[in-house]
């Protein structure tokens, strides 16, 4: 029996060296995962804010009127911005944060965009957040005016303006 209980203490020794250097292999190849994951997936790190020279991409553009009527300020202005290093596009509806994606040919004054936004309620923004949002999706071509833009269906008819900020 005295064997027995020696050779169970050994194995246990033995087993607990063995799973401390098991462990300490696995955090070193996690080390190495982590930082070659920082190198295979840009996205990772902070995207550079590049500035568009066509003076509609990288401008905060304050909206001022929505569908023929005076832009509302709620919790705060509703703007919105398209970035052009990632094709995305962030804002406000004065209550929510809009995002999405965009498409845009300058040469051709045409820009498509897919909003959402969120789902925060603000006390009389309902109506101003559906309108916004259905204009958004109905953008099909923008036009500038000084320091303005218009955004047009694909009739030309006015849905949104906006100031740049």
Partial sequence: MRNFLRN?????????LAACQSTTTPVQKNNVKRSSNVHNHPQ???QP?????????DVTWQITSVQQKRAKFFSQTPFLTLNSTLQTVQGSTGCNAIYGRYTYNFALQQLDMDIRAGHQSCDGALAQEAELIDAFQR??????????????????QILLQAQKK
């Fill in 49 to 57: 804010t590049r500035k568009s020279s066509d003076g509609i991409q």
């Fill in 44 to 46: 990772a790190l902070p």
């Fill in 8 to 16: 169970l203490v050994f194995f246990s020794v033995v087993l607990s």
């Fill in 139 to 156: 953008v099909k071509r923008f036009k500038l005016q000084g320091n303005a833009i218009l955004l047009l269906d694909q009739n030309g």
